[in-house]
């Protein structure tokens, strides 16, 4: 069932408004409108009103078959390649490496192992940060950069 506000926007919709135009055009507020014409096009009474006419909305069903697209299935288990170990981090390099796990699993292997094998950008500390910092300073010559500890001799008696 239909309120009046729905009947104009499902009139301004089949004229071809978007869905915030058509918000508009059944009264409710210009600031609003995208987010209420994105609520009304999900209506049910409204999505069927569309549907019995044929113009397709977001979020229903389609008409034609639907496709899936699905990784094979392995012949056998790949998890029997895979090391007898409790080290986690040696069983996620040994998920990576192996080429008969699908893809999609391998990829979240990696997304989990890349904290261990790479440091963000600005993790270690201040202090680390300038000691690193002087002793690049040192390397290239600089004058201002952290200097090597004299050495010292043995005193003979």
């Known amino acids: 069932m239909l309120n009046p506000t729905d009947e104009k926007f499902l009139a301004a919709t089949l004229r071809g408004a978007t869905p915030e135009e058509a918000a508009i055009a059944a009264g409710l507020s210009e600031k609003t409108a995208r987010v209420a014409g994105a609520r009304l096009r999900k209506k049910p009474a409204i999505v069927e009103a569309l549907a019995a006419i044929g113009i397709p909305t977001p979020g229903a069903p389609a008409a034609g078959?639907?496709?899936?697209?699905?990784?094979?299935?392995?012949?056998?288990?790949?998890?029997?390649?895979?090391?007898?170990?409790?080290?986690?981090?040696?069983?996620?390099?040994?998920?990576?490496?192996?080429?008969?796990?699908?893809?999609?699993?391998?990829?979240?292997?990696?997304?989990?192992?890349?904290?261990?094998?790479?440091?963000?950008?600005?993790?270690?500390?201040?202090?680390?940060?300038?000691?690193?910092?002087?002793?690049?300073?040192?390397?290239?010559?600089?004058?201002?950069?952290?200097?090597?500890?004299?050495?010292?001799?043995?005193?003979?008696?």
Do not use: W
């Open 65 to 157: 078959p639907k496709v899936t697209h699905s990784e094979p299935e392995p012949e056998e288990e790949p998890i029997d390649d895979l090391p007898k170990t409790e080290d986690s981090l040696e069983f996620l390099e040994a998920v990576v490496a192996n080429p008969r796990i699908p893809l999609g699993r391998r990829m979240e292997a990696a997304k989990t192992l890349l904290p261990f094998q790479h440091a963000k950008i600005g993790e270690s500390g201040k202090k680390k940060t300038k000691q690193e910092g002087a002793k690049e300073l040192a390397e290239e010559g600089n004058t201002f950069g952290a200097r090597k500890a004299p050495k010292l001799h043995a005193v003979s008696k």
